[in-house]
C-alpha cells in the first residue's frame, strides 16, 4: 500500500493557461474526494466520485473546473483559464466504503501558484 | 449548513506536558462522525482520532484522547506527554452523509 499520491506537487503557471492535476488513490478505495486548502484554512471541499461516477460538487467548483474519474482508479483535476485566486493546495482523498467511519486517507497535494 | 470552529489558530506545549485543542461544530444532525486530522509541515495530512457520534465513551488512541460532549457540540483533542514529532496543524473534521467539513485548524507548538 503505497497511499494516495498526486502529481505534481508543485505548479506554477501563467493566468489564463490551463492546468491538470492527477491523483492516484489507494487501490481499493472506491470513494475519491477533491478539496482546496488556501493558507491558514481548512480543506474545502469540492467534489467526490464513487468509482467512475461524480456524486457531488461544491458551489466552489466553478465552471473552469472539471474532474475525471474514467476507469473508477485514478482521478484527474483540470482548471481552465487559471486565475491568481486559484492558487492553493488542491488536496486529494480516498476512502473505501462501506465502512463504518469512511474515514479518508489523504494525499500530499498539488501546490498551484498562478502568477 | 455544518460548521466547524476552532478557536485557537495557536498553542504551545512543553514537551512531555499535556494540551487540549478546542473545536466546537454545529449540526442539526444526530448521527454523524468527528475526527481528528494532523498535519505536519509540507507533509500530508494524517488521522489522529476519530469518534462517532452515538457512543458516548471517549475515543483514545495511545497519547492521544479526545472528550465528546454531544449536547454542547464539542470535541477537543488531549495530547498527553507531548512530543516534539507532534508539532503540526490540527483539524477538526466533522462527517455526516457524504462530506467533511473541517475547521481552520490549531497551529501546535511543541517547546523542548
Known amino acids: 500500500d503505497t497511499g494516495v499520491s498526486q502529481n505534481p506537487r508543485h505548479k506554477i503557471t501563467k493566468r489564463g493557461q490551463n492546468v491538470t492535476f492527477r491523483c492516484d488513490p489507494i487501490?481499493?478505495?472506491?470513494?475519491l474526494y477533491w478539496y482546496r486548502q488556501t493558507l491558514g484554512q481548512g480543506p474545502e471541499f469540492l467534489t467526490y466520485f464513487q468509482n467512475e461516477a461524480q456524486l457531488e460538487k461544491s458551489r466552489l467548483l466553478s465552471d473552469r473546473f472539471s474532474a475525471e474519474r474514467p476507469k473508477g482508479s485514478f482521478s484527474t483535476l483540470e482548471i481552465q483559464r487559471t486565475e491568481q485566486g486559484d492558487s492553493a493546495m488542491y488536496l486529494c482523498?480516498?476512502?473505501?466504503?462501506?465502512?463504518?467511519?469512511?474515514?479518508?486517507?489523504f494525499g500530499p497535494g498539488t501546490r498551484l501558484t498562478v502568477t | 449548513a455544518q460548521t466547524v470552529t476552532q478557536s485557537q489558530p495557536e498553542m504551545s506545549v512543553q514537551e512531555a506536558e499535556t494540551v487540549t485543542l478546542s473545536c466546537t461544530y454545529d449540526t442539526s444532525e444526530s448521527d454523524y462522525y468527528l475526527f481528528w486530522y494532523k498535519q505536519p509541515p509540507s507533509r500530508q495530512m494524517i488521522l489522529v482520532i476519530r469518534q462517532e457520534a452515538y457512543k458516548q465513551q471517549n475515543a483514545t488512541e495511545n497519547r492521544f484522547s479526545v472528550n465528546f460532549q454531544k449536547a454542547a457540540k464539542s470535541f477537543s483533542l488531549k495530547i498527553s506527554d507531548s512530543q516534539l514529532g507532534d508539532a503540526a496543524m490540527y483539524f477538526c473534521?466533522?462527517?455526516?452523509?457524504?462530506?467533511?467539513?473541517f475547521g481552520t485548524g490549531t497551529s501546535l507548538t511543541v517547546i523542548p
Open positions: 482523498a480516498s476512502s473505501l466504503l462501506p465502512t463504518q467511519f469512511n474515514e479518508q486517507y
Open positions: 473534521a466533522y462527517k455526516d452523509g457524504n462530506q467533511f467539513y
Open positions: 487501490s481499493e478505495h472506491n470513494r
